[in-house]
């Protein structure tokens, strides 16, 4: 087998990787309890590591979501031509998801809805100041992004939340 570079070696050609990190930083520096605070990959917003209610760990999940990248010469307009050599962009998520109160035979007690519901908005502003901790930050002078829109994350899973979902282009 042929040597293989070690991951962080390739990550770090990435342009994008610093910016992902400081996004990281941001986010984990805010969240006050968490179970899992990091970078992922993937179109799939990550329920699986929300923590179950009564486990081990009652805070929340957070993180920075790289979802999809593609080339864009004009910022923020995907490149059509596969011969068009732009710059890559990706698009990115930074969210923070909780267990959903779970409910009995008469339904969600509507003051652990409440609390909850409280939670969701201090979390989507914890998000929000990451993502402006970031972009404001000196170390990413020619960084271009997009304004983020925020979306929640359906609770059907048993979980509840929601993220802010932007692109960047290093």
């Known amino acids: 087998m042929a040597d293989e570079q070690p991951v962080v070696e390739v990550l770090e ?14 986010l984990c520096a805010r969240v006050e309890t968490s179970c ?8 799939q917003v990550p329920i699986d590591f929300v923590p179950v209610v009564g486990g081990d760990c009652d805070g929340a999940a957070a993180y920075v979501r790289v979802s999809t990248a593609f080339t864009a010469a004009s910022f923020p307009q995907p490149d ?9 962009a990706y698009n990115i998520a ?6 959903a109160p779970i409910g009995d035979r008469d339904g ?18 914890i998000t929000w100041e990451s993502f402006v901790c970031c972009v404001n930050d000196q170390k990413f002078p020619d960084l271009q992004y997009t304004s983020p ?11 509840g939340g929601g993220e802010w979902i932007f692109q960047v282009q290093p």
């Open 94 to 99: 930074i969210g923070i998801l909780r267990p």
């Open 36 to 43: 899992f605070c990091g970078i992922i990959a993937g179109e």
């Open 149 to 159: 829109a925020f979306q929640w994350v359906d609770r059907s899973g048993g979980a």
């Open 80 to 88: 059509q031509d596969p011969r068009v050599r732009g710059a890559r």
């Open 108 to 125: 969600v007690d509507p003051a652990e809805e409440a609390k909850f519901n409280l939670r969701l908005l201090a979390d989507m502003q």
């Open 13 to 26: 050609r990435l342009s994008i990787y610093p910016v992902l990190t400081e996004l990281e930083s941001c």
